[in-house]
Nanobody, 116 residues
């Protein structure tokens, strides 16, 4: 079983920065996909960014150029550096770790609030 714990959310003014962290524990296979998703009330959870074990990344268009996803494979940890934050980035951010056919684990979520 895989457990995922996020940290680093909070309140920041527009234009500011935050860094989210996510640590995975349990039986982790070396090849997997780690990512960040976000959700606001009444809306579906949406992709923010993903990164595979080899380092290839994928970003939502809305965050390209502002957010950077990275990972430390030795620590089974993924990070999301968020710069130039906007009020529309306000959401609960969820970490996800998955390997097809093996596990698809979600964290409890961390609130990010960007004030205008």
């Amino acid at each position: 079983q895989v457990q995922v714990v996020e940290s680093g959310g909070g309140l920041v003014q527009a234009g500011g920065s935050l860094r989210l962290s996510c640590a995975a524990s349990g039986t982790i296979f070396s090849f997997n996909v780690m990512g960040w998703y976000r959700q606001t009330p009444g809306k579906q959870r949406e992709l923010v960014a993903t990164i595979i074990s080899g380092g290839i990344t994928n970003y939502a268009d809305s965050v390209k150029g502002r957010f950077t996803i990275s990972r430390d494979n030795g620590k089974n940890t993924v990070y999301l550096q968020m710069n130039s934050l906007k009020p529309e980035d306000t959401a609960v951010y969820y970490c996800n770790v998955q390997r097809a056919g093996r596990y698809n684990a979600w964290g409890q979520g961390t609130q990010v609030t960007v004030s205008s």
